[in-house]
């Protein structure tokens, strides 16, 4: 309901996880992307708009499958299953990004699982990185979808929106 919204929207803030949606649906967001309006995509959105895998969309409904890949320039595929809490913090080559103005300090704690998303589109700028029981993944970047501004952090648990400060300004700079 109300995505006929997209058409006056200045941004899409997303935040979905494993919906096929009506054909209908899902092209007024195709749409709105294409037209070259930008994009903050949360956590989740990585896998946003395929069911799991096995299992199949519900009849009347489309799946965009490479949403991920295209449109966040990621590549998700688990997420750190034994290790609960990951160390955050700003690459060093980000310095002086305008997403991360006023984010202090630039080193933080989540207690979310690190997505496993590497290797990122070629053109994706990483701006965060986390690490967690011995791996290191991005966890936000931008990317470009044909004109589209795209910021995507794999960030975004309950505890993130809760108790960290660098999240929310980090969410509200993108």
Same mark, same amino acid.
């Given at each position: ?18 919906? *096929? ?6 092209? +007024?967001?195709?749409?709105? %992307?294409?037209?070259?309006? @930008? !994009?903050? =995509? ?58 991360? *103005? ?6 933080? +704690?989540?207690?979310?699982? %690190?997505?496993?998303?590497? @290797? !990122?589109? =070629? ?52």
């Amino acid at each position: 309901p109300g995505l006929d919204e997209l058409k006056t929207t200045d941004v899409i803030l997303l935040f979905v996880r494993r919906r *096929a949606l009506p054909k209908e649906q899902l092209d +007024k967001i195709r749409a709105y %992307l294409d037209g070259g309006k @930008p !994009l903050v =995509a949360l956590r989740t959105c990585s896998h946003a708009f395929s069911v799991e895998a096995g299992k199949k969309a519900a009849p009347g409904t489309d799946e965009w499958r490479e949403f991920d890949h295209d449109v966040l320039g990621g590549n998700y595929h688990s997420y750190e299953k034994k290790e609960r809490r990951t160390e955050i913090e700003a690459v060093p080559e980000a310095a002086g990004h305008p997403i991360l *103005a006023g984010i202090a300090p630039l080193q933080w +704690k989540c207690t979310f699982p %690190l997505y496993f998303v590497s @290797p !990122l589109a =070629a053109d994706a700028k990483v701006l965060v990185r986390g690490a967690a029981a011995g791996n290191t993944e991005p966890v936000a970047w931008t990317h470009s979808y044909k004109g589209t501004r795209v910021f995507y952090s794999s960030l975004g648990c309950k505890d993130d929106f809760d108790s960290v400060p660098q999240f929310s300004t980090l969410l509200v700079n993108a």
